[in-house]
């Protein structure tokens, strides 16, 4: 209650605008070693992880940090890839490695979610399977644990794609889904960073969400199976101050989750607005459709080329385990693994 209440007089000091400008190219400088692949690796990669893209702050990176989300990112790759190993599907292996990843409080996702501008968590995720381009997804849910388990139940238990807010709840409840109360969510960073938020709207706009020094930190995974399935998912809360009801591209299907046996499986993160406006998971999907190549060059041309200028990254996987990690931002958490490798996590370009 506090915290709403301080919140409140901060609202009152400070107008709210999310507009922003769309950045100058920042793709200079680009180079293939921003895939950090051992060569060796690609066409035996079974899992790929991201966990946002950003510029780099002295809270967010640094030594200790950048340790934490090696080792939490580490975990998920290897309790993703186990599951395959035992026989899982690609769509249990991308809801494992997701669900740590919520469960940890440094990602903007589940637990450590950031606030809309009215102090509240709502976050959204989605998956979907390359088989039968079967997806579900969640929107602005405020009491689901670990949202990436409601999109699945969405997907397996009904003939929906996209339940939202209270809905979305009261069926995963059903389901069997863990609910919590709002406050599970909070962490002190995600807090810290509203409030400077809201303290800075009256002052000149940003250039962009990520100048702003937003918690990114958006997670998703793709992953294939010994079946040579492929499925992709992706979960956040958002955009820190984000207006309340806002949804962004992370639980809408084609915008940053998409999979295709026939093609490859995509998860995104970046400026959500944009991402859903260039349909930019489908896009990646399309391009390797049309053109008959390979993901290098599809998830390059739309991260670099389609998306010029605008700020986030792009992971992709296809059937014959090739992975591509094209991101236009200083930072991104990302990892893959093969079936027998140690998890390979980076964070910088
Ligand atoms: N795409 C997310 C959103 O706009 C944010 C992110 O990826 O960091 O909701």
């Not at 999310?18 to 070693?33: F, H, M, R, S, W």
């Not at 995104?268 to 859903?276: A, P, R, V």
Request: net charge neutral; proline share 3%; aromatic share 8%.
């Amino acid at each position: 209650m506090k915290r709403i209440i301080t919140l409140l007089f901060i609202i009152m000091l400070s107008c709210h605008d999310n507009k922003a400008p769309v950045l100058e190219d920042q793709t200079q400088g680009i180079a293939l070693q921003n895939e950090a692949i051992a060569t060796s690796d690609q066409g035996n990669i079974v899992l790929v992880l991201h966990g946002g893209a950003s510029y780099p702050t002295p809270t967010r990176n640094n030594p200790t940090r950048d340790s934490i989300i090696k080792e939490v990112m580490g975990r998920a790759l290897i309790a993703g890839r186990d599951t395959l190993l035992k026989g899982g599907s690609s769509t249990d292996a991308v809801e494992v490695s997701i669900q740590i990843l919520e469960d940890s409080p440094f990602f903007n996702a589940g637990k450590g979610a950031v606030f809309n501008g009215e102090g509240v968590n709502e976050l959204d995720a989605s998956i979907m399977e390359g088989k039968e381009r079967k997806a579900g997804a969640v929107a602005g849910v405020k009491q689901i644990k670990n949202p990436i388990n409601a999109a699945r139940m969405v997907m397996d238990s009904s003939d929906n794609v996209l339940l939202v807010g209270e809905g979305a709840e009261r069926f995963s409840k059903l389901k069997g889904a863990t609910l919590v109360s709002n406050d599970y969510f909070f962490t002190q960073d995600s807090w810290d960073e509203l409030v400077k938020a809201k303290k800075e709207n009256n002052e000149k706009l940003p250039k962009s969400p990520i100048e702003k020094n937003e918690k990114f930190g958006t997670v998703g995974a793709v992953a294939l199976d010994l079946g040579k399935n492929i499925a992709a998912g992706t979960s956040t809360g958002g955009r820190s101050n984000k207006r309340f009801g806002r949804v962004g591209d992370s639980p809408i299907i084609g915008a940053s989750t998409y999979a295709d046996n026939r093609y490859c499986g995509v998860s995104s993160t970046g400026w959500g607005e944009l991402f859903i406006r260039n349909a930019v998971a489908h896009s990646v999907v399309s391009y390797v459709e049309f053109k008959n190549s390979g993901i290098q060059e599809a998830a390059q041309w739309v991260m670099y080329d389609k998306m010029k200028g605008i700020e986030g990254g792009i992971i992709a996987l296809d059937k014959e385990g090739n992975a591509s990690f094209p991101f236009n931002t200083p930072v991104m958490n990302r990892g893959y693994i093969t079936l027998t490798g140690e998890p390979k996590v980076f964070i910088y370009k």
